[in-house]
């Protein structure tokens, strides 16, 4: 049980174009899913938290109108790199906490960003 | 503030040995979790153990085991009987307060090498 899935798990997009990444916990229900960052060799870094059903919460520094996210129902969240640089390319990772489970975060496997 | 430190960026061991990875926290609040996790190359992010700041035990799970010093604010992983697979990257996170759903803070990392 606890498995999230990511889609993509790679992409490669120019420079200006959108990239939407999906996250889906597959046999629960996530009340919260929470997107990270992670460039080579570093640790995660909170992007933001989502809720379902309302607006995410970002980290400060955070752009909220170029990373948005959207908790559409207890099972899915997408996040969306709208008008990507180079600079965006990294590693999303998404994470989902059940309401009903352990307090524990799963993760999803990741989606690897290149933006050329 | 809430702050997450392992010091040791890099650490090599033994197949069939076992291992101590450090992890120390920061944090005023008196209900709280910690966390292990292991980042293999391809990414994903894969729990290992949990450990609650009320728990009294400390946590194990199968090769795991997590030495709680609450008074030394530490939370290190101990691995026994090392295995190739075991390398890996590990990451200690602090999630502040009982609610499920809180945010993690990772700390930096420790690269685990295991030599056959």
């Known amino acids: 049980g606890a498995v999230v899935s990511q889609h993509p798990s790679r992409v490669i997009c120019k420079s200006g174009t959108s990239v939407k990444i999906e996250c889906r916990s597959l046999?629960?229900?996530?009340?919260?899913m929470f997107w990270y960052r992670q460039f080579p060799k570093k640790s995660l870094m909170l992007m933001a938290t989502?809720?379902?059903?309302?607006?995410?919460?970002?980290e400060q520094g955070v752009e909220k109108d170029k990373f948005l996210i959207n908790h559409a129902s207890l099972t899915l969240s997408t996040l969306t790199v709208t008008s990507a640089h180079p600079e965006d390319s990294s590693f999303y990772i998404c994470?989902?906490?059940?309401?009903?489970?352990?307090?524990?975060?799963?993760f999803g496997p990741g989606t690897r960003l290149t933006v050329l | 503030a809430q702050k997450i430190t392992q010091t040791q960026p890099g650490m090599f061991v033994q197949e069939k040995e076992a291992v101590t990875l450090d992890c120390t926290y920061d944090?005023?609040?008196?209900?709280?979790?910690l966390f292990w996790y292991k980042q293999p190359s391809s990414g994903e992010m894969i729990f290992l153990i949990y450990q609650g700041s009320y728990d009294e035990q400390n946590a194990t799970e199968g090769r795991y085991s997590l030495n709680f010093q609450k008074a030394r604010k530490s939370a290190n992983l101990v691995i026994s009987a090392s295995q190739l697979g075991d390398s890996a990257m590990y990451f200690c996170?602090?999630?502040?307060?009982?609610?499920?759903?809180?945010?993690?803070?990772f700390g930096q990392g420790t690269e685990l090498s295991v030599k056959p």
């Open positions: 944090t005023s609040d008196q209900s709280y979790g």
């Open positions: 046999d629960f229900q996530a009340t919260t």
């Open positions: 989502s809720n379902e059903g309302s607006k995410a919460t970002y």
């Open positions: 994470s989902a906490v059940s309401g009903t489970l352990t307090d524990t975060q799963y």
């Open positions: 996170a602090m999630r502040e307060g009982r609610n499920q759903g809180g945010k993690l803070i």
